[in-house]
């Protein structure tokens, strides 16, 4: 059995150290699917298992803790980056813009509950405490790449000086933290008084209430010599107008056309367009006549269908300006993207990867397919060298030094900072580039619960040798409920003055409380009570902008105050 020993006792073989890590991160996986009440931890438990591990000194070289931790936290936010890069700028339009403001209110809100607790309940002339309260502060809003970013910006500041891992207060409060961001909305409700029926009531009427432009369909007669011998598309993109042409009669014969059918003169055509558009399309094509050729078409068979954006000519286009209900008879109901699911405003831009449910007649939904591609086997070939070559650029980015009166050390956004702000601008704007920066759903959850799999085993396993002098010992306790005064306070504020004073519906409320807090379990519990998308629609409006405000936030309060 020496063998055995000998693989969980000799700490710098390569074999024990990814026994270590495969057995941390199953065993914390599989812990954190238990669920207490209906709500459960998740991968976090990974965390929680680590800190057992390195408190029985089933450890690994601390060099190698190190590097898995970093690159773990690298890989995690460039895959966050990439997700809601597409629609970062788009989540400040002017419906999204109040629940920004509320949520960027509500960020800086912890922030000052984290220095009234820090000031109020714990000896400010130990320098340990207030960086033991910024891990508390990201335990408590449930934010792990906060706390990446905050003990990376430790380790700038301390160096080698540092007696204390801010994991353990994270660790801490990171329970009452996921409690807490569910029962302070429940709380939100019957403070201002909710009748959950009539709020999705109000949710269901507002969303039939979505106007579209209204479709015209005309018989035409081609007259205009000049697009004798062109196709459909091409006489579309010169018009810069969407038309469909439903039939065309051709020498006597009647057919569905494609966007390669040559009109000729005298072709009898079916168009459907935007009635604005109308005129100007009659007037370009030829004169308006009589058939009734089309008469005999049997009705229509309606479906619904989902189509994935593979034609990179979509890239950036909004919903409203390709006119699907009034040319193309259909209309989109739900955008899926990076897992989430969008609302599909007049304003939402499409991005490739994105998926769409498109309802109306089957002949125009193909057609709607075939415009925007529906290829899925574009979109399952790894584009892994767009991933690399954002890392490296976000690396750099993130070292680069900006010196700042009154700063201990400059300021850098780190391997943070850097790569989140390099992945949401490659995810808005890499195609300009021609970086092709599409992931499967699968392939971005894959790598981003790995890397944070291994960020977690390894911020636990160097924080569980001092867990219980630090938590059982010291000031545990202490940092439990102050998270919890963290966690709640904000919501029950910022909440409350969302339904008083600017009368959003309590389900976007719900939903942008738990983007802020960038919470998964909050936005199930509100989805599992809602009958609309409005929870879905605030938690996406506000994550992008709150995940970034989190990781910056937490350097600039390490930077400017714990070195001090």
């Known amino acids: 059995m020496d063998w055995l020993i000998n693989l969980f006792q000799t700490q710098d073989s390569v074999a024990h150290i990814v026994l270590l890590y495969s057995i941390v991160i199953a065993l914390g996986v599989y812990l954190g699917k238990i669920k207490i009440g209906g709500i459960s931890l998740g991968v976090t438990f990974v965390l929680f298992v680590g800190i057992l591990a390195g408190h029985i000194n089933f450890t690994g070289p601390r060099p190698v803790l190190n590097f898995l931790q970093d690159f773990g936290l690298i890989l995690f936010v460039f895959m966050i980056g990439l997700q809601v890069g597409p629609g970062f700028f788009e989540s400040f339009g002017k419906g999204g813009l109040k629940l920004n403001i509320l949520s960027s ?15 109020i309940f714990f000896d400010t002339s130990n320098s340990s405490n207030l960086p033991m309260m910024v891990g508390t502060l990201y335990g408590a809003v449930t934010n792990t790449p906060g706390l990446g970013a905050a003990t990376e910006a430790l380790h700038s500041v301390f160096k080698d000086n540092m007696n204390f891992d801010i994991a353990n207060g994270y660790a801490c409060a990171y329970p009452l933290g996921v409690v807490g961001i569910i029962g302070a909305t429940i ?24 106007p579209n432009a209204k479709p015209h369909i005309m018989s035409l007669k ?12 091409e006489i579309s993109e010169f018009l810069n107008r969407d038309i469909v042409c439903t039939r065309i009669m051709k020498n006597g014969v009647i057919s569905v056309p494609t966007r390669d059918t040559i009109l000729e003169l005298d072709d009898e055509v079916i168009i459907v367009s935007a009635e604005v558009d109308a005129k100007a399309i009659q007037a370009f094509i030829g004169p308006e006549i009589e058939v009734d ?31 699907f209900s009034s040319v193309y008879g259909v209309n989109v109901t739900r955008i899926s993207r990076q897992g989430m699911d969008l609302f599909a405003s007049r304003n939402h831009h499409f991005n490739v990867g994105d998926r769409i449910m498109v309802v109306g007649p089957e002949e125009n939904v193909n057609r709607v397919a075939e415009l925007m591609g529906n290829s899925e086997k574009r ?54 580039m021609h970086l092709v920066t599409y992931t499967t759903t699968s392939a971005n959850m894959m790598l981003r619960e790995f890397g944070l799999a291994l960020f977690l085993a390894s911020v636990g396993i160097k924080a569980g040798a001092g867990f219980w002098d630090t938590v059982v010992q010291g000031d545990g306790l202490k940092y439990v409920y102050t998270g919890f005064l963290i966690t709640i306070i904000p919501i029950l504020i910022v909440g409350t003055i969302a339904r008083m004073k600017y009368k959003f519906n309590y389900f976007t ?20 009570i809602c009958n609309g998308e409005a929870p879905a629609i605030g938690y996406s409006t506000v994550y992008p902008l709150s995940m970034f405000l989190r990781i910056f936030t937490a350097q600039i309060i390490v930077l400017f105050f714990c070195g001090a």
């Open 222 to 233: 081609v007259a205009n010599a000049y697009i004798a011998g062109r196709t459909l598309q």
């Open 187 to 210: 709380a939100v409700r019957y403070i201002c008084k909710v009748n959950l029926q009539a709020e999705n009531d109000k949710l269901m009427e507002e969303e039939g209430e979505n």
């Open 105 to 119: 209110v509500a960020i800086l809100l912890n922030i000052l509950m984290m220095f009234a607790c820090y000031y």
């Open 379 to 432: 979109l399952n070939t790894p584009n892994i060298a767009t991933i690399f070559i954002g890392i490296i650029v976000g690396i750099l980015f993130g070292s680069l030094p900006f010196t700042i009166p009154h700063m201990p050390v400059p300021l850098k956004l780190g391997l943070a900072g850097g790569p989140l702000i390099i992945a949401i601008l490659i995810g808005r704007f890499g195609y300009r």
């Open 293 to 323: 050729w089309h008469e005999e078409d049997q009705p229509k068979k309606m479906v619904s269908k989902r189509i994935i954006i593979t034609n990179s000519a979509m890239n950036g286009k909004t919903l409203a300006k390709m006119h």
């Open 509 to 528: 409320i719900m939903g942008m409380l738990a983007g802020t807090y960038t919470d998964p379990p909050a936005l199930a519990y509100a989805n599992s």
